[in-house]
């Protein structure tokens, strides 16, 4: 059994749910409960107990990347015995700025607080993925995900001081959730900044003979070009994906082609709502 409830996006439809700019997501595969970034701030827990949802329940916690609006909302994990360490890139925490207007950092995007000095209980960032790792023998999360198509370029305007030098951030900190649930792949992306299709090429490469049935995903794909747009969309509709959930930065021109070429393949969901599959 899978079950995915959004707890935190940028758009929300119901009564008393808060919304932000950011995901997370609340996964219970089977006995598990997998909290899947956590926002900017606290509005994920307001959610999640107006959902009826139990923050504390939570069997493992997967930060997609470094980014303010996937990490944020750790320091308000409530205590609890069951998590003993977060998974995540060893680069996620390092110092991360965005270009504004010109091609220089001068926005701050990374996590919003000393992650070393936080008060997190019982939390132990000892977890650090750069590659491919099995949490349970159904549950994989890939680890740095290559750029190998054409079309996707690589992430442009990013930034992070590493070694004491501002350098080009590629993003490489980001990551996805594979979970396989009876014999077909969930997919779970932040940002996808990647490239969504570069994201699904790897997770079939990693779960090789195995068909998507879910991709929820942030894709990072407004204000990018018409082409790269109609080739990405192109793709979804030609794979055998069979549920597509386009969430977060994904952008609403994005979001209407998809829901357009792809019918009742695209499901356009927002915080509050429930996915089962």
Request: some cysteine; aromatic content about 8%.
């Amino acid at each position: 059994m899978l079950k995915v409830h959004i707890l935190t996006d940028d758009r929300v439809r119901k009564r008393g749910l808060l919304s932000e700019h950011g995901l997370s997501l609340w996964i219970e595969k089977d006995d598990k409960n997998i909290l899947f970034d956590t926002g900017q701030t606290s509005v994920y827990t307001h959610n999640a107990k107006m959902m009826g949802i139990n923050i504390e329940s939570v069997d493992y916690v997967i930060i997609s990347h470094g980014h303010y609006d996937h990490c944020g909302g750790l320091q308000y994990i409530p205590d609890s015995d069951k998590v003993r360490s977060v998974f995540v890139h060893p680069d996620a925490f390092l110092k991360k700025f965005a270009a504004v207007n010109k091609d220089e950092p001068s926005k701050e995007i990374g996590i919003p607080f000393n992650i070393h000095n936080a008060d997190i209980p019982g939390k132990n960032f000892n977890r650090y993925i750069a590659y491919p790792c099995l949490i349970q023998r159904d549950i994989l999360l890939s680890g740095e995900i290559p750029v190998d198509n054409d079309f996707e370029e690589a992430p442009v305007g990013f930034f992070m001081e590493k070694d004491q030098k501002i350098v080009p951030d590629l993003i490489q900190d980001e990551q996805m959730l594979i979970i396989e649930d009876e014999g077909e792949l969930a997919v779970f992306l932040g940002c996808s900044h990647p490239g969504v299709i570069n994201c699904i090429q790897y997770a079939k490469k990693l779960k090789p003979d195995i068909k998507i049935k879910l991709l929820i995903a942030g894709m990072h794909l407004d204000n990018i070009s018409r082409k790269r747009l109609d080739m990405t969309v192109d793709y979804l509709v030609q794979s055998e994906i069979k549920n597509i959930i386009p969430l977060h930065c994904t952008g609403f021109t994005a979001m209407c082609e998809m829901k357009h070429k792809l019918g009742d393949r695209c499901q356009l969901l927002c915080t509050g709502d429930t996915v089962q599959i």
